[in-house]
């Protein structure tokens, strides 16, 4: 057993099943603020049951997300000591910055909202889901900036044989993020508006009562999901461009390459510097469900009629489609890390060194430790979430009104 093999595999399960959280909870998020910021606006109760339904779900995702992301910052300490101890001056200033900045606001605006119906004034009430979409936003872009530097560094310089940052502009205006992190937000929205619109398909298949409910629901997320596919593809094809200009040996074949593998040689000693062929074939998969995906834009005028709706054939579609944003999202998480092997830090820290000195034996135990836990949460959060989704939106926990005691049957006192 090889014990760099074996925590790359661990950190590659982990990191793929908390990904799949953070782009449901950001694309629910989104999409939950623009529904009740109509209920607030329009004062129609349709938009007021969508957001309790709706809520209830991204709530649901968002608690189990987090226990996915603190099991997974464990590996760091543990399984990567080399790379916390040689960039971890650099690479942990994003990192810290999201943690105190972004989620520690973000879980507080959103405890504040979860409880403050019907305690709260509806625009204040709305202000604090605005305040935790923003800062999911700047949780994910934070994390975007420190992935970004390990695919790119900037702005360090080597001490003592540790990287300390010098510049922190360079790391917002890093070649590898703006595109990036575009793509990944509209990832998320992609994933967020087909999950809205597969279940509103479910439940219309199903001949829900709440027909008028769940159509709107339908056509949100269509819509949603249409506009952001044509997004993901305009980012991910902007960034071959800044891709294959911090990074020649992504795609090989050019001069910059050799000349880059040639100094790796000297510098770091005879090795293979090309990048595994799976990052190649994710890339290529992904791309092809990209484009599957963007005849969203031919179905969407059918769903526009109810008695196309009522066919049945066109909401199989959309319900069979759901998995696909999932499938590419993580063949995107992939292409990009698996496509700057076998460094950690691109043509600054490789791979072999930054694994902890751990025996193989060690490494196994944490791998299937840490597989079957997330494992177990990513199963619970889809269990939990159809079970509230099959409910549908008579009557959700969430934003449900206080209900008043019972009055007391037995007659007052008579006083002389």
Same mark, same amino acid.
């Given at each position: 057993?090889?014990?760099?093999?074996?925590?790359?595999? *661990?950190f590659?399960?982990?990191?793929?099943i908390?990904?799949?959280?953070?782009?449901v909870t950001l694309g629910?998020?989104?999409l939950?603020?623009g529904?009740q910021t109509?209920?607030?606006?329009?004062?129609?109760?349709?938009?007021?049951?969508?957001?309790?339904?709706?809520?209830?779900?991204y709530?649901?995702n968002?608690?189990?997300?987090i226990?996915?992301?603190?099991v997974?910052e464990f590996?760091?300490?543990?399984?990567?000591?080399?790379?916390?101890?040689y960039?971890g001056?650099?690479?942990?200033a994003?990192?810290?910055?999201?943690?105190?900045v972004?989620?520690?606001l973000?879980?507080?605006?959103l405890?504040?909202?979860?409880f403050?119906?019907? $305690?709260?004034r509806?625009?204040?009430?709305?202000?604090?889901?605005?305040g935790?979409?923003?800062?999911?936003?700047?949780s994910?872009?934070?994390?975007?900036?420190?992935?970004?530097?390990?695919?790119?560094?900037?702005?360090y310089?080597?001490r003592?044989g540790?990287?300390?940052?010098?510049?922190?502009?360079a790391l917002?205006?890093n070649?590898s993020?703006?595109m990036?992190?575009g793509?990944?937000?509209?990832?998320a929205?992609?994933?967020?508006?087909m999950l809205?619109a597969?279940?509103?398909?479910?439940?219309?298949?199903?001949?829900?009562?709440?027909?008028?409910?769940?159509?709107?629901?339908?056509?949100?997320?269509?819509?949603?999901?249409a506009?952001s596919?044509?997004?993901?593809?305009?980012?991910?094809f902007?960034q071959?461009?800044?891709?294959? *200009?911090? *990074?020649?040996?992504k795609?090989g074949?050019?001069?910059a390459?050799?000349?880059?593998v040639?100094?790796?040689?000297? $510098?770091?000693?005879?090795?293979?510097?090309?990048?595994?062929?799976l990052?190649s074939v994710?890339?290529?998969?992904?791309?092809?469900?990209?484009?599957?995906?963007?005849?969203?834009?031919?179905?969407l005028p059918l769903?526009w009629?109810?008695?196309v709706i009522r066919?049945?054939?066109?909401?199989?579609l959309?319900l069979?489609?759901?998995?696909?944003?999932?499938?590419?999202?993580?063949?995107?998480?992939?292409?990009?890390?698996?496509?700057?092997?076998?460094w950690?830090?691109?043509g600054?820290?490789?791979?072999?060194?930054?694994?902890?000195?751990?025996?193989?034996?060690?490494?196994?135990?944490?791998?299937?430790?840490?597989?079957?836990l997330?494992g177990a949460?990513?199963?619970?959060?889809?269990?939990?979430l159809a079970r509230?989704?099959?409910?549908?939106a008579?009557?959700?926990?969430?934003?449900?009104?206080?209900?008043?005691?019972p009055a007391?049957?037995?007659?007052?006192?008579?006083?002389?």
């Amino acid at each position: 057993m090889d014990t760099l093999l074996l925590a790359r595999l *661990q950190f590659a399960t982990t990191t793929s099943i908390h990904f799949l959280f953070v782009v449901v909870t950001l694309g629910l998020v989104t999409l939950l603020v623009g529904l009740q910021t109509a209920w607030v606006l329009t004062d129609k109760p349709i938009y007021e049951r969508l957001t309790r339904f709706w809520g209830q779900l991204y709530v649901i995702n968002y608690v189990l997300g987090i226990a996915t992301g603190i099991v997974m910052e464990f590996q760091f300490g543990l399984n990567w000591s080399g790379l916390s101890r040689y960039v971890g001056n650099v690479f942990g200033a994003p990192l810290a910055i999201e943690t105190l900045v972004a989620f520690f606001l973000e879980s507080t605006f959103l405890g504040m909202w979860i409880f403050g119906w019907h $305690r709260l004034r509806r625009g204040v009430h709305l202000a604090l889901l605005w305040g935790v979409a923003l800062t999911a936003y700047a949780s994910a872009f934070w994390i975007m900036v420190a992935n970004s530097w390990l695919q790119n560094p900037v702005g360090y310089e080597v001490r003592d044989g540790v990287a300390h940052l010098t510049d922190f502009s360079a790391l917002l205006t890093n070649p590898s993020l703006g595109m990036a992190f575009g793509h990944v937000v509209f990832a998320a929205l992609l994933v967020g508006g087909m999950l809205m619109a597969a279940v509103s398909a479910w439940h219309l298949i199903r001949r829900t009562p709440d027909f008028a409910l769940f159509r709107t629901s339908l056509r949100i997320g269509l819509v949603t999901a249409a506009l952001s596919i044509t997004m993901v593809q305009g980012f991910g094809f902007a960034q071959f461009g800044p891709v294959g *200009q911090v *990074q020649p040996t992504k795609f090989g074949g050019s001069p910059a390459a050799d000349e880059l593998v040639a100094d790796w040689t000297a $510098r770091f000693g005879p090795g293979d510097y090309t990048p595994p062929v799976l990052a190649s074939v994710g890339l290529g998969f992904m791309i092809l469900i990209g484009f599957g995906l963007g005849l969203l834009w031919l179905l969407l005028p059918l769903l526009w009629r109810d008695w196309v709706i009522r066919l049945r054939f066109p909401l199989w579609l959309v319900l069979l489609a759901l998995p696909l944003p999932f499938v590419a999202v993580i063949l995107g998480w992939i292409s990009r890390e698996v496509g700057r092997q076998p460094w950690v830090a691109y043509g600054l820290l490789p791979v072999d060194r930054a694994v902890s000195p751990v025996s193989p034996w060690l490494m196994l135990a944490s791998l299937v430790g840490f597989s079957l836990l997330l494992g177990a949460l990513a199963v619970t959060n889809w269990v939990l979430l159809a079970r509230h989704a099959a409910r549908g939106a008579a009557d959700p926990a969430l934003g449900r009104p206080p209900q008043q005691p019972p009055a007391d049957p037995r007659p007052e006192p008579a006083f002389a």
